[in-house]
């Protein structure tokens, strides 16, 4: 599905970002669980683009999906500082939950419900893709 969409950078916009992702992987003939791992995958993504990197200002959010070998992939690109998600550290998950730090599971989750995770950084745009098998 070449072309895309682009969002405001509102949490109001997770909707319409969720319906295009099911629609665009269920066209790539993604699993039903591929699927919703990947739409888990981008909520989570999207809703870290909008409260942290833009932090409350305004700002856009572009995602795409096509194919890639036998999966999908989906990038989302911002223009929010810059964040390299590969690189944040994983959380401990030793412990009692009330004693662990808040935060950090975000990533950690990404990572969980994709088969891989590239992050690049190129002309002051932020550009994630979330790779995902059949």
Known sequence: ?????????????LPGVLAYITDALRALGLSPKAVQEMELAVD???TNIVLHGYDGTEGWVRLSCERAGEGAVVV????????????????????????????????????????????????????????KSV
Do not use: C, Q
């Open 44 to 46: 989570e993504a999207v």
């Open 76 to 131: 989302i690109e911002d223009a929010a500082p810059p964040f390299d998600p590969t690189a944040a550290p994983s959380p401990e998950l030793e412990g009692d939950a009330d004693e662990r730090p808040i935060g950090g599971l975000g990533v950690h989750f990404i990572r969980t419900m994709t088969d891989e995770m590239i992050y690049e950084y190129r002309d002051g745009i932020n550009v994630l893709k979330l790779l």
């Open 1 to 13: 599905m070449a072309g895309g969409i682009t969002v405001s950078a509102e949490l109001s916009s």
